[in-house]
């Protein structure tokens, strides 16, 4: 399978190496434009640099029914997801990228009855459907060691899943042994990624979900990203007030934790909801023939996990918060669990590829 997408990403590259009409749309033109042959390391490059939005391919006028069969933006998905899978770290876990959308729901609903068999075994039924106010109340239904041992212990495997596959894609896709961290390159991918550059299209924005222009894929990715940072700063806020202030949670409806996380909560709700609509009205030519389960499944966990972190606020003294508890803390620990393997490694892997691009236009 792996064979047979480089061989049609090289064969599509190389028709548009002759081309080149659409050179001004995105990044992955000007990149190929640099090239006159293209190594396997190029063409994962190239392939993880393009940001599916399309536009190249309701342009081009060798795109089906033409003779050529020229659809850019498929060529560069299959071979996206095959990269997932070559440099998923630990490799044999990289099955779970096949029929990922039955992997990360099966995850879910096993981590969800994981937390609620402990949570019962250990703190008994009476706990769990207790109304529990004022400070520790959440620790009263799940340890304070219970919640942060293993999420500590997952967020260290996930980081190193990521610094080994990307050590990996950086390397096989590299030709001058350059430096990941060079400040100016990836100083240029950081602005790149803080306004999604790439997903403008040129300016007109991505022909997505159809042939029309539209910014709206792009301004619901800045919901979900900026939503995302604001839940960070939220979680880091509320771990200085814990350990440093020792002013444990819950914490007030006007304090900083909760008005960032309930304004990032929402942020990644709106995104996930209008990126899941946007899904399913998709022309779905342009996009990998496997990538649908594992987009939707993300999306749906990423809705979930924020959902129920609402809702646990809203009823969080009332006798349902054990309940709520234990489902978000489970979703929570699947979305730990998938992160390296699922969706979510998108985005890792096109910072890289966009340091590898700024890189290279520096050196043009
Ligand atoms: S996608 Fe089509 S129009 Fe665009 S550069 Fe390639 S061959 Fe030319
Ligand atoms: S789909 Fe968009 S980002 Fe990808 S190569 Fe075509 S124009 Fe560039």
Redesign the pocket.
């Known amino acids: 399978m792996q064979k047979k997408a480089i061989n049609e990403a090289e064969r ?1 590259l190389r ?9 001004g ?1 995105c990044a992955v ?1 000007p990149a190929m434009e640099l090239r006159r042959t293209f190594t396997e390391g190029d063409l994962k490059y190239l392939a993880n640099l393009c940001h599916n939005c399309r536009d ?2 309701y ?5 089906p029914p033409h003779d ?1 069969d ?1 659809n ?1 933006p498929k060529a560069m998905a299959e071979l996206r997801l095959e990269t997932y899978k070559e440099f998923a770290w630990p490799n044999f876990l990289s099955g779970l990228f096949h029929r990922n959308g039955l992997a990360v729901t099966l995850i879910s609903i096993l981590c969800v009855f994981f937390v609620a068999l402990l949570t019962f075994i250990s703190q008994g039924s009476e706990v769990v459907e207790g109304v529990h106010t004022g400070a520790n109340s959440f620790y009263n239904v799940i340890p304070y060691w219970a919640m942060l041992l293993p999420f500590t212990v997952l967020a260290g495997l996930a980081v190193l899943c990521f610094w080994k596959s990307v050590s990996h894609f950086w390397k096989e896709t590299d030709t001058n042994s350059r430096p990941l961290f060079g400040f100016g390159a990836n100083m240029g991918a950081t602005w790149d990624v803080l306004r999604l550059k790439y997903l403008d299209g040129g300016g007109h924005g991505c022909n997505y979900p159809d042939d029309r222009f539209s910014m709206m894929r792009r301004n619901l990715h800045h919901f979900v990203f900026y939503g995302f940072a604001l839940c960070l700063v939220s979680t880091t806020i509320a771990a200085i007030y814990d350990h440093v202030l020792h002013l444990p949670a819950p914490y007030p409806l006007l304090s900083w934790p909760v008005v960032t996380g309930t304004i990032g909560g929402i942020s990644i709700l709106i995104g996930t909801a209008g990126l899941l609509f946007l899904k399913f009205q998709m022309d779905r030519e342009p996009a990998a023939r496997h990538s649908f389960g594992m987009d939707v499944s993300f999306g749906v966990l990423l809705f979930l996990v924020n959902l129920t972190g609402l809702l646990l606020l809203a009823f969080r003294e009332t006798s349902t918060m054990g309940m709520m508890l234990i489902v978000h803390i489970g979703l929570v620990m699947a979305l730990f669990i998938t992160f390296p393997f699922g969706k979510f490694v998108h985005g890792v892997y096109r910072y890289i590829a966009l340091v590898r691009n700024a890189q290279e236009q520096s050196e043009v």
Request: aromatic residues 32%.
């Open positions: 599509v028709i548009c190496n002759s081309c080149r009409y659409c050179e749309f033109f190249c391919y342009a081009c006028q060798y795109a050529f020229l850019f």
